[in-house]
């Protein structure tokens, strides 16, 4: 493949560091030099001290930056324009040229005999976005990173155009604003990784390049904060290669003798062998799988499916003695097959029980709330009230900032490292109109979500005639021969790329009969028109002759009505199997299957509308008859198919990898008493943590919680507060159909439970928050003590990083890591995760002599740090999470900003503890809406604020409210919004 090119090649020929170490440090200044110049930004030149923002003054340009693994040269390969992605404060009077980058490094590094010199000036690394690291002395022979000269502040942060006009960076940050010590930043020239900071305590682990060896034995560098090294030095260290001033590197473990730089506009990448990978955000990662042994991937969602009791469904509702829908008597054989031959997540659950909201979790990997549509219609609408979790804000679209059709979902993700992509049956993630509907315009906007092929396709829900104008016009039908083909099509493609397959059965959901589906149509009735032909399907319909007889053999073994959906999916799968075995790569597929929610409290937060049969059929890692009876979630689908496929994804998943839990006993434990799921349905929310779950209903009203209704219809308890033992008093979930733990809430036996895993919910809220930028750190109870992990200092670090020391369990931002713990610096999830209002809620704060005044804080509101020598700006909620001490430090600076951004103190002195009476503006408490307390609501003091504006009798009625009837966890107007209630010295 040709690269397209910016300007026509002036350099043929590669760059290379060939016999350039040295076995001392001798100041060696550049051993790769730049490619050719492009067009450069030239409305720069003679802006010194500027600062300019990406992409907004970039005057058009952008940054284009890919990286690809060629495991059969053993090359990793970046190409790049050499333009940043990034805010820039010019340090000099030129701007950024492109630069046409190729280097190739080594894709599997090793250790060489001896280490050898990095450049004092020269290429030493490239970072994720294409921009090279250079060595940390400038041309004047000052230290480029904590020199005096240039811009004051500015300390390279984001680097500058040198001589040659090649951007480049000196920073340890290299180009990120924030870093931790799982935050990988590029790749030196000799091929290992570089991340970031380890803490002080850690950094001594070190060896004199600032690498050491992870417990796998794989390698990696780190670069040191800047305040970890002493530019006072001199740069050379004694007859040694390594130097002093080793904020990047301080030599090289490696060898760079077969890394080059070639100018892009003459390289030729071999597609044969190169796949292009997402950037990597964090933890270090097993070597790629190669492309011919990574394994094909199934998921396969039908719609509506019952969760039969010989699939270990959950106890029923108190209201059903029995199941009003059966396992059919003629069995379901294919999908039992695949149930009892791998393995079975007896604890699976959907992130929301309704058909759209839990397709997005699955093929995003991501909570709903965090779709761009949810938080658009929650910025427009919400008030500062639960973002609505729906169908129809629920959508794969690129909004507010979130990419999910073009980049957030697994399958961008697999086709952007070598995997072909198919997308078979329902879809239900997408806005169309109806009047703009055609078959054609349906496949081309689910292609533009990262589906290389698109066939059978539902757009949507099945409905009567004309219920969607152009689309469901009541001349097709369930088809499932039609889908099946298609499948079967997909896999017997003479492509011998791996593949991914989202297939999704329309069958058996209620909105078109199925029954009528077999009758009074044909398999060539679809939704792109007649076929002309009847498929012929190995294991469905072939052995029949004709679709007819095919069909009507579903009547013959039939028991019910209500069979025909099952046994109809049965043969589905049956055929998919048959086909992946003919093709020989059944023993090498990923054959996954759940339920996208249950039926019995379909649209509810309960366990028989949450908990779904989920299957894997995977002969190369599972054996039959594999169960594993912890929580799972559609969430971890993602992570964990990627990580089987060897992908780092370039996004954050919410979810977790359970690829390798059934054989690491630590992590099954963690994931058993340590690690949250959280459950979101319209305003509603739930968390299940171990055996406990709470449920929050936002409003009981049948007409705002489907949750509340299904609990009055169901004899479920519909308080607005409930807490659940799911395991009843013992640590298995509880699966006696008659015993149903949801019918009585124990939040007034469990107090302190209840307030724990209200805490978790808190931490979700504010981290998914539609008003603030998305946080994907997880909310997880802390870990009991164990011997084999130290969990004195919790970090984010993943387990096979060399401060593993830091970390009582794996990270969860990667899908080939394992869940971590909660951050040191992260929220304390007891009375002090957010500040205390009175005896009802936590320790009331005793009064500061700082200040003898009262103050209101807001969330959202920056204050100004310098925080190891660089200046960054914060949020209050930011401080509120970091911990004690790093929070007392920050409160204790006085420095305000250039642009006159105030320090904590003054933005935040709720947090800071420096108000004699303070509030916080989000703040929540609860009071009830009419005196039998039948209603109840959830709101925030910014609320109260603008209430008393409006209705003033009103406000003060909800203020003078005193201890309720009814079991709250939150506190009431007068203790939360003391300023607001005028209660501060009561």
Sequence with gaps: MKLAAFVVLLLLQPYSAESQGATTCSGLRLNFPAPSTGECLTAWDNQKGEVKEYPGDFDGFKNEAKIYRCPARNKRVIISNGIPDHQVTLQNKKGPCVINWAVEIPLNPTIATSRTEVPIRGMLAMALNGIPAYGPQESDSNNAVEGDDGVQGARFWYG?????????????????????????LGYAMDGFPIYGPLDDNSVSNLDPCNGIENSDGSYQYHVRAIDQVDGDLDYCNGSNPENNWNYILGC?????????VFDSTAYNLDTTDCVEEGTPTASPTQSPISQGTRPNIIVMQPDDLQFFDEWTRPPNNPTTSAKTINFPVAGLPNIDSLRLNGLQMKEAYTASPVCGTSRYSTL???????????RQHAQENSNGDPALVTIPTTKLVDLDGINDCTKENIAVQFTNNGYRTGMIGKWHLSKIKDDEYTYAA?????????????????????????????YSDGTFSHNMEWITYEAVQFINSQDE????LYFNPTVPHSSNDVGDALTKFTCQDTANGKLG????????????????????????????EDDYGPIWLDDSVGAIITALEDKGVLDNTIFLFQLDHGMETKEALYENGLRIPQFIHYPAKYSSGSTFDKPVSTI???????????????????????????????????WENSRCLFFELEQDRAVRCGCYKYLSIFEQTNTVSTTYKRGTQKELSNDLKNLFDLCDGTTDYVTDPTNNKEAQSVLNSDVDKGTELEAMMECHDTRTHYSSDPDFSACNLSPAPSPDLDTSSPSNTPSSSPSAALSNAPSSSSPSAAPSAEASDGPSFGPSYVPSFGPSYGPSRAPSDADDMNCIENNNSKFFARTRGDEKKYKCKQLRKKNDKKKQKMCKMTEIASDGTKPAKDVCPVTCDICNCGEIANAKFYFKTNPGGIQQKNKTCGWLEKYFERKPEK???????????????KPLASEACRITCDTCLV
């Design 636 to 670: 971890d689908i993602g992570a964990t198919m990627l990580d089987f496929a060897g992908i780092t994804p370039n996004y954050e998943l919410d979810g977790v990898s359970w690829k390798d839990v059934s054989d690491d006993e630590d992590l099954e434990t963690w």
């Design 252 to 260: 090289y473990s490696g060898t760079t003798a077969g890394s080059q």
């Design 364 to 374: 995003t990997g991501k909570y709903p709330s965090r779709s761009g549509m949810v």
């Design 160 to 184: 500058h155009a040198g001589p040659n006009s090649a951007w480049h960076i000196h920073n340890p940050q290299m180009g990120e604003e924030t870093v931790t010590a799982t935050t990988l």
């Design 955 to 969: 406000a003060q009625e909800i203020c003078n409210m005193e201890t309720p009837d009814f079991d709250i966890i």
């Design 497 to 500: 790329k791996p593949f991914f």
């Design 442 to 470: 349906a496949v081309g906007r689910v292609k533009q979500c990262g589906f290389s092929t698109v066939e059978g396709l539902y757009i949507e829900n099945l409905a009567s005639e004309g219920g969607f104008n152009n």
């Design 533 to 560: 032909f009847d498929p012929v399907i190995k294991g469905m319909t072939e052995q029949y002759g004709n679709c007819a007889d095919y069909r009507e053999s579903i009547y013959n073994r039939a028991d019910t």
